[in-house]
């Protein structure tokens, strides 16, 4: 069974441009998660998609937006990038509610 | 505001003795708690869970106690081994959707 496959692994953006992640989770598992990685904060949740619907959202500006398709997979969006986006993105897929989370290997976005 | 605390940033310890890794709460919500493991360029790797009616649970080297009164759980490796040396991170979820909570995590050293 194929795991989290999350593209492209890494990245280089100049500010205030935008950047797009893709994620495609287990097959069968409906629920994508998405969290950003920074050095010493740990893991921040971004936001969760189920059946194409946000059911949870993170603190984080507008700027952050993502979506689900109707096979599941994800993309998550950042637009106007800062400095301080750069970090490692992390996708997760879930096989049901209050289960343990499959993470992909994760994109390093480095905005320069 | 961090609602999942690890207060030991690294530790170290010799091959075949007992690694503790030490995780606090403070949302009296949470009902799920997880220990994931990530090495350097990869995403985390689910260890294991423990739900709130329980106090402990045990998966082959690997033990996780809850302290509900204290908002306290623990992993315990024994005997640990070179190939547990990685960054642990300890989550805790409430009980609706897939959104976890992370700490900061501890980075293990197993000392040959």
């Known amino acids: 069974k194929a795991g989290v496959t999350q593209t492209p692994r890494y990245l280089i953006k100049t500010r205030g441009q935008q950047v797009t992640l893709s994620c495609s989770p287990i097959s069968g598992h409906r629920s994508v998660s998405w969290y950003q990685q920074t050095p010493g904060q740990g893991l921040q949740f971004l936001f969760e998609?189920?059946?194409?619907?946000?059911?949870n959202k993170g603190n984080f500006p507008g700027r952050f937006s993502g979506r689900q398709f109707s096979n599941s997979r994800s993309e998550m969006n950042v637009s106007t990038l800062e400095l301080g986006d750069s970090a490692l993105y992390l996708c997760?897929?879930?096989?049901?509610?209050?289960?343990?989370?499959?993470f992909g290997q994760g994109t390093r976005l480095t905005v320069v | 505001d961090q609602q999942v605390k690890q207060n030991s940033p690294s530790l170290s310890v010799q091959e075949g003795r007992i690694s503790i890794l030490n995780c606090d709460y403070t949302n009296s919500m949470f009902d799920y708690f997880l220990w994931y493991k990530k090495y350097p360029a990869e995403g985390p790797t689910f260890l294991i869970s423990i739900s709130s009616i329980k106090d402990k649970n045990e998966d082959g080297r690997f033990t996780v106690f809850l302290n509900k009164s204290a908002k306290h759980l623990s992993l315990h490796i024994v005997p640990s081994q070179p190939g547990d040396s990685a960054v642990y991170f300890c989550a805790a979820s409430p009980n609706t959707g897939n959104q976890f909570y992370f700490g900061t995590g501890t980075s293990l050293t197993v000392i040959p």
């Open positions: 998609y189920f059946s194409e619907t946000q059911r």
């Open positions: 997760a897929s879930h096989p049901s509610e209050g289960t343990e989370a499959f």
